[in-house]
């Protein structure tokens, strides 16, 4: 009779914490998904902006080839919700970089870049919900027990995103 009390008693812990887990992931991707139609728009001015550096440059640079990869792989379906957010802060970052080398005094650069810079700060007032619950469900998996059954159940931490200074 002990035997099963102690046992209906682990099985109980671990059911409450897989679901701890699981609804803490499920708050982050949430938050990620209503995110998507803003890195929608941040791709596509990625998009525009390299072919308007290509065709201003008349060359086929390694930058504009990384900004295209990193710019399809933030909407693919394939990728993982936080493979996505650690391509987002690189495509970010590449854009600013790639941006600052250009020339200057372009008014179809200057609108392109204007138009990311307001996306960026719509993304900086939209970004915290994902932040906090990426923040949380990490704090989550990091504390015992949660961190011994995240690592069998394969729950990884979320990576938050991060707007970069221009």
Request: with cysteine; charged share 20%.
């Amino acid at each position: 009779m002990l035997i099963l009390i102690v046992l209906l008693t682990i099985s109980a812990i671990i059911i409450g914490v897989q679901r701890t887990l699981y609804r803490k992931q499920q708050e982050a991707e949430l938050a990620f998904n209503q995110l998507s139609s803003l890195v929608g728009n941040l791709s596509d001015v990625a998009g525009k902006t390299i072919e308007t550096l290509r065709r201003l440059e008349g060359e086929d640079k390694e930058v504009f080839t990384r900004l295209n990869q990193l710019r399809w792989q933030t909407t693919s379906r394939k990728l993982t919700d936080d493979k996505k957010t650690q391509t987002l802060n690189e495509l970010m970052l590449l854009y600013n970089h790639a941006c600052r080398q250009t020339a200057p005094n372009n008014p179809q650069l200057e609108e392109l870049h204007q138009h990311w810079q307001q996306l960026l700060h719509r993304l900086s007032a939209e970004i915290e919900p994902y932040n906090v619950a990426a923040t949380d469900f990490n704090h989550t998996i990091g504390r015992f027990p949660f961190n011994r059954f995240a690592w069998l159940l394969g729950y990884r931490k979320k990576t938050p995103l991060h707007i970069p200074k221009s």
